[in-house]
């Protein structure tokens, strides 16, 4: 990791008429880093993703993603992230070379620079002779691991990916979290949400929040050590406990 920051948030807030979202949040994210974004449901941890990917605009507060404003450059933020949810986005009817091509146009890649990637891209996947398999056939991790793919074939600054495992079975869930260990080496800034608490000891720092406010900010180590806890599921439940909203 670098001392770049990708991300910068400064009392970041966002209200639904007399609800608040997210309340005041500050915290930065480092180039190259693995940062863990998690919070129990109705916690506000998609809110606040949305507004950082340059699809909500905050109530009030500051936030800078890859060096653009949040408020005045939400386009350019767009253009410079890569982004994938659990929700899959590719698109079914078409086959692998054809998702990638489609993807990687609009991403404005040149047309050489789409040969070239598409070639990457199924070698590191170990896809080739597949490329003709339209997506809806492929196995749920195989779908997972070439929609992550995907969405940093334009080499981002950062990748939002919003619970990208949901559902995927634990050997699936482990090459695919060597998918992201890899982009980190690349520089690239991986800012992910998950369910999975094991999945939370892999990342660099791991945020929690709770009723709309980051409660606590820190490696999985020393979260554990600050809370007496023996896993990040531990850590989870004791500040989760604390919840006073529900949705």
């Not at 974004?37 to 109530?59: E, V, W």
């Not at 005045?72 to 070379?97: A, H, P, V, W």
């Not at 945020?207 to 896993?231: C, F, Q, W």
Request: hydrophobic letters at 40%; aromatic letters at 10%; one cysteine or more.
């Amino acid at each position: 990791m670098q001392n770049e920051k990708v991300i910068t948030a400064k009392e970041l807030t966002k209200r639904f008429g007399d609800f608040t979202a997210v309340d005041k949040i500050s915290f930065e994210v480092e180039k190259g880093e693995i940062f863990g974004f998690l919070g129990a449901n109705g916690a506000g941890k998609t809110t606040a993703m949305r507004m950082l990917c340059g699809l909500s605009m905050p109530t009030s507060g500051l936030a800078t993603v890859a060096g653009f404003d949040v408020y005045k450059q939400n386009e350019l933020i767009k253009k410079n992230i890569g982004y994938m949810s659990q929700k899959f986005s590719l698109y079914e009817d078409l086959t692998i070379r054809e998702n990638i091509k489609f993807y990687a146009g609009i991403y404005g890649l040149s047309d050489v620079r789409i040969k070239e990637k598409t070639a990457m891209l199924l070698k590191e996947l170990h896809m080739q002779g597949e490329e003709k398999t339209l997506v809806r056939a492929l196995p749920l991790g195989w779908k997972q691991k070439l929609a992550f793919s995907i969405a940093i074939v334009h080499d981002p600054a950062i990748v939002f990916l919003d619970e990208p495992t949901g559902g995927v079975d634990p050997i699936t869930r482990r090459e695919f979290w060597t998918l992201i260990y890899k982009a980190s080496e690349k520089g690239i800034t991986v800012f992910v949400t998950t369910h999975y608490m094991d999945e939370a000891e892999y990342c660099n720092r791991v945020s929690i929040m709770v009723d709309g406010r980051i409660d606590a900010l820190e490696s999985p180590a020393n979260l554990m050590k600050n809370y007496s806890a023996k896993s990040m599921d531990d850590v989870f439940l004791q500040l989760a406990r604390k919840a006073v909203r529900t949705e």
